[in-house]
């Protein structure tokens, strides 16, 4: 990628375009003049010496003539005022006369050969009475005219100098004024308006040229219309019920939320710009960092995604939304436009109505069914203990009959487990506290918790409020729930009953937790704890845990099973404080 170059200001350029003119204007007539001026100067010093020779010739002409050698050295002399002369050379009478001037430019005699080199040389001869007598040689030097010249030159550098500068300087006033100051606070408007200042946005003046006053008007209306249709779009943005982010295509970092999406996630504004789609997911396969951020780039142009995801809250909850994804362009750069909608609820709903119908027509059939069974098993008691009567019993027999009654009790047991699980809700609901309920809970399973040496414990807080509960139907999910708890547990470690009060739930409620020092549940098998025939347990029914979640939803209340965070299972149960004055019969 080839580096831009930075731009340069209209004052530069217009300031550069005029002294360029200037500068050429200006040195073209100072080299015309400088021209002129030498070949000026030229022609002078050319007419000058040659006048100066003529005259020189005519002077010499009666001391040449008489021989009077002391008047010509002082005619020779009396040229050394005369600047421009270098030397002059006299041929007269059979002998030369010469003078020239020295390194310290005084006249003086020449001995030998004169220097003629660089010289302007007139030659006249010395007439006396119409005969020649002698010639005289007269050397005139252009040095003075070339440093005239380049004082000349010096001279036409500084005016032009002088006038760029004062070019710069009028042009920079000028401009600064009429142009430039007013494009500046344009253009600081124009960056405090795309910088969102809205607090600090500085105003436009008038204009001093009408150019510019109407580029002032057309900025502030188009402004003005911008800001109007940002309003409109960022009332909407907010005031949607759904959660909408704005992601980068490629990076899938988040540039811009609504107020909602604050509200769902439990961030800011500013946190959730310095937080990736990663963070909000939950985390486990298929809703992790890499699987979020290919989604966002799997979004083209046109295409449309809609889809369920689990996400993370800002405290560590998890819940479940549904995603709308679109390719979009804004501001020049690709996009996607996120909608998403908490769906936790309706989740929660669908499948407590899946539940609750599967749950129906299960009980139906297995009430159905264990009425049909339970009347042959009363049979098939009724034959062993007639077939016992009959033939008595014996070491040969005995085993059999062993095996066969205690698979009649094991059935009976089960057919129980079914009618209770089948039959249609109905008890007592009496205002009352929950201790008296887990004490005859924890003393049925004690005799159990003693073949492993487990000891149970009790934690019951004491702000705990009342419940409307039937005790026997409670009883029976205690119950369940230890014995489960007791079976997981290992040899010689405890179960923990613990009973607080949840203040912050509506309604405020009673939550029981009952613990194991066991393996804890698998995570695979946490979805299913509750579903009927589902155990772990060797010689389980699978109908234990079951039961209690029937139990505890016809009292309102929640159960739910996980894993604690220094190992065992827990069992939650959540019980509506009791609001009731007199027992209600349902």
């Not at 010639?135 to 100098?161: C, D, F, H, S």
């Amino acid at each position: 990628m080839k580096p831009r170059l930075p731009k340069l200001s209209v004052r530069n350029i217009v300031a550069a375009t005029l002294v360029t003119a200037t500068t050429l204007v200006l040195g073209t007539f100072g080299v015309v003049d400088y021209v002129t001026r030498s070949k000026a100067e030229w022609t002078r010093l050319r007419r000058v010496t040659s006048a100066q020779t003529t005259e020189l010739a005519v002077a010499l002409a009666s001391p040449v003539w008489s021989i009077d050698r002391p008047q010509i050295e002082k005619i020779l002399d009396s040229q050394a005022e005369v600047t421009s002369i270098e030397g002059i050379v006299v041929d007269a009478a059979g002998q030369t006369h010469a003078r020239m001037r020295d390194e310290q430019r005084r006249f003086v005699p020449l001995k030998g050969a004169f220097p003629a080199d660089g010289l302007l040389m007139q030659e006249r001869p010395i007439i006396f009475s119409g005969e020649r007598i002698g010639t005289v040689r007269l050397y005139t030097t252009p040095k003075l005219i070339q440093a005239l010249l380049r004082e000349e030159l010096m001279r036409t550098g500084i005016a032009i100098l002088v006038t760029d500068l004062l070019l710069i300087f009028l042009v920079y006033f000028v401009l600064w004024r009429a142009v430039l100051q007013p494009l500046t606070e344009i253009q600081r408007y124009a960056g405090a308006v795309s910088a969102e200042e809205r607090a600090d946005e500085p105003s436009l003046g008038p204009a001093p040229t009408a150019e510019l006053e109407s580029l002032r008007v057309s900025i502030e209306t188009m402004v003005h219309e911008v800001q109007l249709r940002e309003q409109r779009f960022r009332s909407i943005f907010e005031s949607v019920n759904d959660a909408i982010f704005i992601f980068d295509a490629q990076t899938g970092a988040i540039l811009d939320v609504n107020a909602r999406t604050c509200e769902m996630f439990g961030y800011t504004r500013e946190e959730m710009k310095h937080i990736d789609s990663g963070t909000l997911s939950s985390g486990e396969p298929p809703y992790t960092r890499e699987d979020a951020l290919g989604r966002i780039r799997g979004a083209g142009p046109g295409d449309q995604q809609l889809f369920e995801w689990q996400a993370r809250h800002r405290d560590g909850r998890l819940f479940w939304i549904e995603v709308n994804f679109r390719a979009a362009t804004i501001g020049g750069g690709k996009r996607v436009v996120s909608v998403v909608r908490d769906v936790t609820e309706r989740r929660q709903m669908e499948e407590a109505l899946r539940h609750s119908e599967t749950m129906s027509m299960m009980g139906s059939i297995v009430a159905g069914v264990a009425h049909e069974v339970r009347n042959p098993l009363f049979g098939i008691a009724a034959a062993l203990d007639a077939f016992e009567a009959e033939f008595g019993g014996g070491a040969d027999v005995d085993e059999y009959m062993t095996a066969l009654r205690n698979d009649v009790s094991r059935l009976n047991r089960l057919m129980h487990d079914l009618l209770n699980y089948g039959r249609p809700p109905q008890f007592v609901r009496h205002a009352q506290s929950i201790r008296p309920v887990i004490a005859e809970a924890v003393r049925i399973c004690a005799p159990h918790a003693r073949e492993k040496q487990i000891e149970i414990r009790e934690q019951i807080a004491g702000d705990v409020p009342d419940v409307a509960i039937d005790s026997d139907r409670m009883l029976q999910v205690l119950k369940n729930v230890v014995e489960n708890a007791i079976a997981f547990s290992t040899w010689g470690e405890a179960v923990t009953i613990a009973v607080r009060t949840e203040h912050d739930a509506s309604p405020v409620s009673a939550i029981v937790t009952i613990a194991d020092r066991g393996p804890g549940f698998p995570r695979e098998d946490l979805p299913h704890v509750f579903e009927p025939f589902f155990t772990r347990r060797a010689g389980g029914s699978g109908l234990g845990l079951a039961i209690a979640q029937k139990i505890v939803a016809e009292h309102g209340g929640t159960i739910a099973a996980r894993n604690a965070d220094d190992g065992g299972g827990m069992i939650e149960i959540a019980i509506p404080a009791s609001t009731m004055r007199e027992p209600v019969l349902e």
